[in-house]
């Protein structure tokens, strides 16, 4: 019974636990001040074994109950929350109060709270339901709002199951409480009707067991997402423009060969969890120390043809560490400070950097890139650096054919295979024992002599030509 009721009072279960009286989980308070129960370890189920069970007004996730105890929660006071992974005896979903899709209707004034069972009814939107728990399914359609500009407070911890806006034909605002974080246990369809209006002080967490899909509009979050699903899936159906970062806790994240714009990519855990990042441009805009960071650990990295590139005005050098095999990469931050590589890495299509950018590389690491494309001009140099140390790191070329390179300022670099990285006349060894590399116009490289192909007639070109 916690001493003051609230919307975020928890009881967190770091083991099993042993009732031989009553297990009594309550807070004397309304069904909008719940008590979750729920494991310390997302996805590791905590056993209760109880003589007896007595709650209201309480949901729960990765709980096994036992014991004499029934474990029928399906009509207490207030509902019982089903938010994943439960297994009370052999009652399964049935030990919970049965799941009921909520439909918004509210218009009795300008702001109306998610909290409010008032403003929640049946589909025919006169029946009145409840605030919806961890298994209803939330629509608003276009029996939700009577005119334009209303705003929907989102006051609650746990928003529901799969959140549908695409039948609004209001517009109105969807604004969250800045006091805790928003989850949801299934899906999210926006509309081109909503104005998000969310504070960044805390994050959306999608926690959903099973296979789910977000579908966003072109809507910017503001923000962090994170993935926090054992067992489940978000699959996008259209690009993220995300305003924030993105977390990939456990589960999976299918960008689904959907672009994604999000300031920084973070996954540093050791859980399981699956990336697929499809076919779509992954553009990163942040300017935050590291933009991209992964412990590989129980990580599946699928870079499939996608294409990273970094956007970001930088007030400082800064990190990823990737510890991954990568497609396309592409260096295309402002500011003049480098973007350093932390770790060994494969990139399976291009690596490319624009004029100006500074890139640092891992000492004693070795970075294996099918394609090097640099070409700096004279007011632009390239400058290609080592992080720190004295052992040179090396690029490695693996797509067959050769590096042809120019205004590039080099420095403990090691370039291999030897015979195939050219640096033009404009470029320059800075130093530190560089290796590999032919300097000057090379064969492999345009001289300035060498004259314009002029064709005549006609000239076609299939997918995947560059020129320069």
């Not at 009553?22 to 996805?43: C, D, H, I, K, M």
């Not at 998000?196 to 072109?218: D, H, P, Q, T």
Request: net charge negative; proline share 2%.
């Amino acid at each position: 019974t916690p001493l003051t009721a609230a919307k975020t009072n928890t009881l967190t279960l770091a083991g099993n636990i042993e009732v031989t009286n009553t297990f009594t989980v309550s807070n004397g308070a309304t069904v909008t001040n719940r008590v979750l129960v729920y494991s310390s370890v997302r996805g590791t189920a905590r056993t209760i074994t109880a003589a007896a069970i007595a709650t209201s007004n309480s949901d729960w996730q990765d709980i096994t109950g036992a014991g004499a105890a029934s474990w029928d929660l399906s009509a207490i006071s207030g509902g019982s929350g089903n938010c994943g992974n439960n297994s009370m005896k052999a009652l399964g979903d049935a030990a919970f109060t049965t799941a009921q899709t909520q439909y918004w209707t509210a218009d009795a004034s300008a702001s109306d709270n998610w909290s409010d069972a008032t403003n929640w009814d049946a589909s025919d939107h006169s029946t009145a339901q409840r605030v919806p728990l961890c298994q209803d399914d939330v629509i608003f359609d276009a029996g939700s709002f009577a005119g334009d500009g209303k705003t929907v407070v989102g006051d609650m911890p746990r928003f529901g199951k799969t959140l549908d806006f695409r039948d609004t034909d209001q517009t109105f605002t969807w604004t969250t409480n800045s006091s805790n974080a928003s989850s949801i246990f299934g899906g999210l369809y926006l509309d081109d009707n909503i104005t998000m209006n969310n504070s960044s002080a805390f994050y959306w967490v999608f926690e959903g067991r099973g296979a789910y899909e977000l579908l966003s509009i072109g809507k910017t979050f503001n923000r962090d997402i994170y993935i926090d699903a054992p067992g489940g899936s978000i699959t996008l159906l259209d690009a993220l423009n995300h305003g924030s970062s993105l977390f990939l806790i456990k589960g999976t994240f299918d960008a689904n060969d959907q672009n994604v714009t999000i300031t920084r990519f973070y996954s540093f855990y050791t859980t399981t969890r699956t990336l697929y990042m499809g076919s779509g441009l992954w553009t990163m805009t942040g300017n935050v120390n590291i933009i991209w960071e992964v412990g590989y650990t129980n990580l599946t990295n699928y870079a499939e043809t996608s294409t990273v590139k970094f956007t970001g005005t930088l007030t400082a050098d800064r990190s990823l560490y990737l510890g991954a095999t990568f497609y396309n990469f592409w260096f295309a931050h402002d500011g003049g400070y480098a973007i350093k590589i932390n770790s060994a890495n494969t990139f399976g299509g291009y690596f490319k950097i624009e004029p100006g950018r500074k890139v640092g590389f891992q000492s004693g690491v070795t970075q294996n890139i099918a394609s090097f494309d640099a070409v700096g001009t004279s007011g632009s140099p390239i400058t290609l650096i080592v992080n720190s140390g004295t052992t040179n790191y090396t690029l490695n070329k693996t797509g067959g054919g050769t590096v042809c390179a120019d205004w590039l300022v080099v420095s403990d670099m090691t370039a291999t295979p030897a015979s195939t990285w050219y640096m033009g006349a404009n470029s320059v060894d800075n130093g530190g024992g560089n290796t590999g590399m032919t300097w000057g116009v090379g064969a492999y490289c345009r001289s300035p002599s060498v004259p314009d192909v002029k064709v005549k007639g006609g000239f076609k070109v299939k997918g995947g030509v560059k020129f320069r």
